[in-house]
């Protein structure tokens, strides 16, 4: 395998940009409930939502050229980057026989930024880092091919999650699943963090939460359209019985805070346990047997227990770091001072001083 410092730095920001009038039909968008790595949008909106950007885009246009993608054969057709949705609406409108707007504008040709393909974008690359590698042998090369591949892919996909972020009305989940396609594209946690601006606690529970997806379809498409918070999401993941989940969801919808959804949930649990059953995903029996029978004569909590309490508190940092409130971040730093102090106790090598420990932290946070 050939040294990583041989590898060409690929950059396809600087790439070429036209723009020209195209037919809608040789536009290639995603319809709603649809995606790839290029589009991870799935929820276009209610009725109403698009029934409104139909009657903008009959009145005025588009005010704002689509991005699109040259394709890599002569016969196919532009894929568009950014704009699915509006292109989308477009579409409707010419199914429905309106060929223009008001003001008289062609809506059956869309004016478009049109960037090259991938395939170009690839071999342009590659014939850069030939022609300064003469002497690489055809095993080097199609090493070399497989990195810029990979590494275009990864920028298209970084490019198009970097534009969708910065919408209003970019949701946690599509957000996730973008940033999903993105690491299995090969992309690190590290360089999706800074093409995000996302903290990895923050990446890492979205992830988990889409993870869930198969098991609670209801919860997730609650979230994409914007029926319920991400919050409320994570809250609402860890009930594990579905006809419970339903109900407290239905109230969810209906306006019911973070607070009093616990409270339900709470209220659920209590009464499952009076028949010895459960309905929370992370419900933990008590163990008539404790292992460490010494520290239970004595009161004292065993190291699972303080484990599980950093884990649960570690998740609930990672929610409270997403509300950009003065409560949440006061409450952030409660909770990172508990982990400190948890961790200082689970670690007798540790020789800082609890009151060095501690202020010291708040002193970072000053």
Same mark, same amino acid.
């Given at each position: 395998m050939m040294?990583?410092n041989?590898f060409?730095?690929?950059?396809?920001?600087?790439a070429?940009?036209t723009y020209?009038l195209v037919?809608?039909?040789?536009l290639?968008?995603?319809?709603?409930n649809?995606?790839?790595?290029? @589009?991870?949008?799935?929820?276009?909106?209610d009725q109403?939502?698009?029934?409104?950007?139909?009657?903008?885009?009959k009145?005025?246009g588009?005010?704002e050229s689509?991005?699109?993608?040259?394709?890599?054969?002569?016969?196919?057709k532009l894929?568009v980057?950014?704009?699915?949705?509006?292109?989308?609406?477009?579409?409707l409108?010419l199914?429905?026989g309106?060929?223009?707007?008001n003001?008289?504008?062609?809506?059956?040709?869309?004016?478009?930024e049109?960037?090259?393909?991938?395939?170009t974008?690839?071999?342009e690359?590659?014939?850069?880092?030939?022609?300064l590698n003469?002497s690489?042998?055809?095993?080097e090369?199609?090493?070399?091919?497989?990195?810029?591949?990979k590494?275009?892919?990864?920028q298209l996909g970084?490019?198009a999650?970097?534009?969708?972020?910065?919408r209003l009305n970019?949701?946690a989940m599509? @957000?996730?699943?973008?940033?999903?396609? &993105?690491l299995?594209a090969g992309?690190?946690?590290e360089?999706?963090?800074?093409?995000?601006?996302l903290a990895?606690?923050?990446?890492?529970a979205?992830?988990s939460l889409l993870?869930?997806?198969e098991e609670m379809?209801?919860v997730?498409?609650?979230?994409?359209k914007?029926?319920?918070t991400?919050h409320?999401?994570k809250?609402?993941?860890n009930?594990?019985d579905?006809?419970?989940?339903?109900?407290?969801?239905?109230?969810?919808?209906?306006?019911?805070?973070?607070?009093?959804i616990k409270?339900?949930?709470?209220k659920?649990?209590?009464?499952?346990?009076?028949?010895?059953?459960s309905v929370?995903?992370?419900h933990?029996?008590?163990?008539?047997k404790?292992a460490n029978?010494?520290?239970?004569?004595?009161?004292?909590?065993?190291?699972?227990e303080?484990l599980?309490a950093v884990a649960?508190?570690?998740?609930?940092?990672?929610?409270?770091?997403?509300?950009d409130?003065?409560?949440s971040?006061?409450s952030?730093?409660d909770?990172e001072?508990s982990?400190?102090?948890? @961790?200082?106790?689970?670690?007798?090598?540790?020789?800082t001083?609890?009151v060095n420990l501690? &202020?010291?932290l708040?002193?970072?946070?000053?």
């Open positions: 040294e990583k041989n060409p730095i690929i950059d396809i920001s600087d070429r940009r020209k037919d809608v039909d040789k290639d968008f995603k319809e709603p649809s995606s790839d790595y290029l @589009q991870s949008r799935e929820f276009y909106g109403e939502t698009i029934d409104s950007l139909k009657s903008s885009i009145e005025r588009l005010l689509p991005i699109v993608m040259e394709p890599d054969t002569q016969e196919g894929r980057l950014e704009g699915n949705r509006r292109c989308y609406a477009v579409s409108l199914k429905e309106v060929t223009s707007t003001n008289g504008k062609a809506l059956t040709k869309i004016r478009c049109v960037r090259p393909s991938k395939l974008l690839i071999e690359c590659f014939e850069e880092w030939v022609a003469e690489a042998d055809d095993k090369k199609e090493e070399v091919r497989n990195y810029i591949t590494e275009v892919l990864s970084s490019d999650l970097v534009r969708n972020t910065q970019w949701n599509e @957000q996730a699943r973008a940033i999903k396609q &993105l299995d992309l690190s946690m360089q999706v963090c800074k093409n995000c601006s990895e606690n923050t990446i890492k979205r992830l993870s869930r997806e379809p209801e997730i498409e609650a979230i994409d914007g029926e319920i991400f409320v999401g809250i609402l993941a009930v594990s579905e006809e419970t989940r339903k109900e407290i969801l239905e109230e969810a919808k209906a306006g019911a805070s973070g607070s009093e409270e339900k949930i709470n659920k649990q209590e009464e499952a346990e009076k028949e010895g059953k929370k995903a992370q933990r029996k008590k163990d008539p404790p029978k010494l520290a239970n004569a004595l009161g004292i909590r065993k190291d699972s303080i599980e649960k508190l570690s998740a609930e940092r990672s929610t409270l770091q997403e509300f409130d003065e409560v971040a006061n952030v730093l909770i001072i982990l400190k102090t948890l @961790q200082w106790i689970l670690n007798p090598a540790d020789t001083s609890i501690i &202020l010291g708040n002193e970072d946070k000053a």
